[in-house]
């Protein structure tokens, strides 16, 4: 009966993970608030590794605020191996726009919630 329920529940999670999309928008778009997935310049990778822990050009977060040449984010920080405590931690971010090669917003996919709610 575990293995059900655990089986139901992997089925569930693959399920809902592909309920969003993600499309480009101009940085001018970017607002506070807004859930969004920032693919950044090869030079800006150490900068991101500093506060995820792991090399990446692409960052998702959600923005705090867009000040004149900078995007403050708000990212899930890493949790160590030896977490015990099942709470999530957040770090904030800082990116240069000049750093930024796009910007694409996180957005439910309608088409694809729907199918997986059929399966």
Do not use: W
Request: net charge neutral.
């Amino acid at each position: 009966m575990k293995q059900l329920a655990a089986i139901f529940a992997l089925l569930s999670m693959l399920a809902t993970a592909a309920c969003y999309s993600y499309q480009t928008i101009p940085v001018d778009d970017v607002r506070p608030d807004l859930a969004v997935r920032l693919h950044v310049q090869p030079e800006a990778t150490a900068q991101v590794a500093q506060v995820l822990g792991y090399p990446t050009q692409d960052v998702d977060g959600t923005v705090i605020s867009l000040q004149h040449d900078t995007v403050l984010l708000t990212v899930r920080s890493p949790m160590g191996a030896q977490a015990s405590v099942a709470q999530q931690l957040y770090q904030r971010l800082d990116v240069p726009v000049s750093q930024l090669i796009e910007v694409r917003k996180r957005q439910l996919n309608r088409a694809k919630t729907y199918v997986a709610i059929a399966a």
